[in-house]
């Protein structure tokens, strides 16, 4: 029977539950064990995919095509596990479920309410589906006595009684203060949420305390008495200079024998660490550094490209070398002499985004890599104005745009309207919803053989994930083509546009697709450690 761990969080936010959750979720893959997590989200957002990256960070797209909270994007680097569309649930979901179940009279005309019919659901979603897997953790969005919070502590609650003791772990991670005026770290907010769990029925099994300091012996009792628990219980989580080194350490502190010894596993199997003490071990000892220029809108919150950070990071990896990420506002590349800062760069990259702002500025810092034959990658957005760069610039077409943002009479790229899946049929307009209804997750890609990105993929058919609104416009493939832009690769039908490139450059590759999403820190993604690679053997 698959058992569950619940994390909470408390005294504040950001205090990293998604990378604690995915590591203990790596440590216990590293024991031998099978593993799920999934992400219960409060807000009444009926899924993250239209919420602004500033207030929430990136978008992650799993697989099957569902727009998540970033998190997944932590348990699929550690775990290597896929998640899907049963993985993260958000109170808008649960609602709209419930909602359509009394409007089909499922409730046969019974009150409908928070408790049992929304707990209800809530319980549902996480114990579906589970078959064959030894551990489901299950992360709570938000902090400790939000009040949107508040049906999902009390369905965790309900099922701490319904299922075996042996069978559910309640893990809570708080902050442990350092008051520099002081010169010592302060329990009290921990002693606070853990009053606040307790006082909705939830006795938490084991605390994480994330604190910049070591925290002391004595301060380690303290918090034992008062949240009664026992010391072993309370996991020291210092700061560490990389996320991945974070399952060693809580290894190290006891995190996951102590999760394990609360469901009554006392002698756990034995733990290898090998390939997280590979990645870690890369990442300190770098032979080299190379720096790459990322050009986009939303460089004031990092959360909003967690993924492409990763997976730059690992393109390091990949390479034994430190990547340093230099972040570009598009919107301050006005013209051509502003973009000097670009001069000092190995590579330039133009990500994902949506919309007009800071259009110009990144189609000025394609133009530069360009002509200055800088290693240049474009992604999804980035590569759709690589096309719009070629077709001015190189087919001539004076006024070519997206007509996301222009009405332009050459839309070199423009709405994707009909295309099909799995057998299924979208169809897409100007006036459809704006959730959703985006070409999601994974599709298949053709590559031509002796292509770039054919010999950095070694095979030819490949599936990336998308997350996209609109395509290049294949009615301007063949000049396009004429002018030196190459389409090396195409959906199978030929009609999609995957992949362009340039011949007459070191290395210029333009993706329709979303490989950051697929990378992992010991299995870089091959399109970012060959951008590394070229972007290494240009001098700086
Ligand atoms: N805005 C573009 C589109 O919708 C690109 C999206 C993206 O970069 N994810 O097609």
Redesign the pocket.
């Known amino acids: 029977m698959t058992r569950y761990i619940f994390i909470t969080g408390g005294v504040a936010s950001s205090l990293g539950k998604g990378i604690a959750s995915a590591a203990l979720g790596a440590l216990l893959q590293s024991r031998g064990y099978s593993v799920k997590l999934r992400k219960l989200d409060p807000y009444l957002n009926v899924d993250p995919g239209t919420m602004s990256p500033y207030q929430h960070g990136e978008v992650f797209v799993t697989e099957d095509g569902t727009e998540t909270d970033l998190d997944l994007g932590h348990y699929e680097r550690f775990t290597d596990v896929n998640s899907s569309v049963q993985d993260n649930i958000t109170t808008g979901q649960i609602y709209n479920k419930v909602i359509e179940r009394e409007r089909r009279g499922d409730y046969l005309g019974g009150t409908v309410q928070i408790i049992p019919h929304v707990t209800d659901q809530i319980k549902e979603f996480i114990v579906n589906n589970n078959k064959n897997v030894d551990f489901c953790l299950c992360e709570i969005g938000g902090t400790v006595g939000d009040i949107e919070g508040l049906p999902f502590f009390e369905a965790i609650r309900q099922l701490g009684n319904e299922l075996p003791s042996s069978k559910t772990c309640f893990v809570h991670l708080t902050l442990v203060p350092y008051i520099a005026a002081a010169g010592e770290v302060k329990t009290k907010p921990t002693q606070h949420s853990v009053k606040e769990l307790r006082s909705i029925g939830i006795q938490p099994d084991v605390l994480v305390c994330r604190s910049e300091k070591e925290i002391d012996r004595s301060d380690i009792k303290k918090i034992a008495i008062f949240c009664n628990v026992s010391e072993n219980s309370v996991i020291q989580a210092t700061d560490v200079n990389t996320i991945y080194a974070t399952p060693k350490v809580y290894m190290k502190n006891g995190f996951d024998t102590q999760v394990l010894k609360s469901m009554n596993i006392k002698k756990p199997s034995k733990i290898n660490l090998r390939k997280w003490n590979k990645v870690v071990n890369s990442i300190n000892n770098p032979k080299g550094e190379v720096n790459i220029a990322v050009v986009g809108k939303y460089i004031g919150l990092k959360d909003a490209y967690k993924s492409l950070t990763e997976a730059l990071t690992h393109g390091g990896i990949a390479n034994d070398v430190r990547v340093n990420i230099h972040w570009i506002d598009s919107e301050k590349i006005k013209n051509k002499s502003n973009i000097r800062k670009l001069k000092f760069m190995s590579g330039i990259l133009v990500?994902?985004?949506?919309?007009e702002r800071g259009v110009e500025g990144k189609i000025l810092a394609i133009n530069y890599a360009r002509l200055n034959k800088i290693p240049y990658f474009g992604?999804?957005?980035?590569m759709?104005l690589a096309v719009i760069e070629a077709a001015r610039n190189l087919a001539k077409i004076k006024d070519a745009n997206?007509s996301?943002f222009s009405k332009t009479k050459n839309p070199v790229?423009g709405l994707?309207t009909e295309w099909e899946k799995d057998q299924q049929k979208f169809v897409r307009s100007n006036a459809s919803d704006y959730g959703g209804t985006?070409r999601l997750g994974s599709y298949p890609a053709t590559l031509k053989s002796r292509s770039l990105v054919s010999k950095i993929y070694k095979y030819t058919n490949i599936k990336e994930r998308h997350?996209?609104?609109?395509?290049v416009n294949i009615n301007y493939k063949s000049d396009l083509e004429k002018s030196g832009l190459k389409f090396t690769g195409m959906s199978p039908d030929g009609l999609l546009t995957e992949v362009v490139e340039l011949n007459d450059h070191p290395w210029f590759v333009g993706v329709q697709f979303?490989p950051e999403l697929k990378s992992r820190p010991f299995n870089p993604h091959p399109l970012f450690a060959s951008f590394i690679k070229a972007s290494i053997n240009v001098k700086s």
């Open positions: 990500p994902g985004g949506f919309g992604i999804c957005f980035g759709q997206s996301e790229i994707m985006m997350r996209h609104r609109y395509e979303h």
